[in-house]
């Protein structure tokens, strides 16, 4: 198995008091998660706004401490390495973000931006290699290369999760975590980022988790979605199942909840 969860929980203490600090019970943001993905495919993690999404997506890549439980990824157990071992596997794992405009660096033009993300994977790379590998990644995200010397203030929040989506692939990853990547977006941009990641998919058989409190952009994009709810995934099932035949009720009220936006597929 490519990835796979066991009984992963994320607890976060709480304690409350000033003079006299007393414990509370505490957040079961991640509590008890088993999961298995598979290479090459997009699985999407759905669920209300605070249901432990984002904290699931942290554990995996070990940005945040596990309570219990382990990841493996390649049947390597990534909860059993040192900080330094973690490290080295950082490159592995990339993350879109819901807003590139604040994940992306203000200062650095996109070539910076995406140069450093190539040489977190190749540090040999300069010259005209390097700019030669930039600006292929730029077609490959649907931008001009000669755009590559401008800021990303210059461009528009669709282009901006572009670049985003580059640097995203440049390192290589064998995991890329997109935590709602087209949540902040118009929904005619929504389609054309959601249409550009399927494409990317199906060319670079990327393996994907791919976060939204939005039903129906997963079902879109993912070969199988989880429902989490409460800390816990309530539901699993390959997609156009789980629409069709919603076991639990809670992925039905998630059902009958979503709004009616088709998404089609569309140049990118
Ligand atoms: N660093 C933290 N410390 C304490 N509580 C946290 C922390 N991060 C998240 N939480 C809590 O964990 C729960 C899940 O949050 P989150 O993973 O961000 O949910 P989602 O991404 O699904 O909206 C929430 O109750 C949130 O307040
Ligand atoms: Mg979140």
Request: proline letters at 5%; charged letters at 20%.
């Amino acid at each position: 198995m490519f990835l796979k969860l066991q009984n992963l929980k994320v607890h976060f203490p709480v304690s409350s008091g000033f003079l006299i600090k007393k414990e509370n019970p505490a957040i079961k943001a991640v509590d008890g998660v088993n999961l298995e993905i598979k290479k090459g495919e997009i699985l999407g993690l759905v669920g209300e706004s605070g249901c432990g999404k984002s904290t699931l997506s942290r554990s995996i890549m070990q940005l945040i401490p596990v309570t219990s439980g382990k990841v493996l990824l390649e049947d390597q157990e990534l909860t059993a390495l040192s900080q330094n071992q973690i490290r080295q596997h950082r490159v592995d794992f990339q993350m879109i973000f819901q807003d590139p405009y604040a994940s992306l660096n203000p200062r650095m033009t996109i070539f910076t931006t995406l140069a450093e993300a190539i040489r977190t994977r190749h540090p040999q790379c300069q010259g005209n290699e390097l700019t030669q590998r930039v600006s292929v990644l730029m077609k490959r995200v649907g931008l001009e290369p000669r755009y590559m010397r401008k800021y990303p203030h210059e461009f528009s929040g669709g282009q901006r999760q572009r670049i985003a989506i580059a640097r995203a692939l440049a390192p290589e990853p064998k995991l890329i975590i997109a935590d709602e990547p087209v949540s902040a977006l118009d929904v005619s941009i929504q389609s054309q980022i959601l249409n550009l990641l399927k494409a990317l998919r199906h060319d670079l058989d990327l393996t994907m988790i791919f976060i939204s409190h939005d039903l129906s952009v997963v079902r879109y994009i993912a070969d199988r979605i989880a429902v989490m709810y409460e800390g816990q995934l309530v539901e699993i099932g390959e997609a156009q199942a789980l629409f069709e035949k919603p076991q639990h009720p809670y992925t039905k009220k998630l059902l009958s909840a979503i709004p009616r936006i088709a998404f089609t597929q569309t140049a990118y």
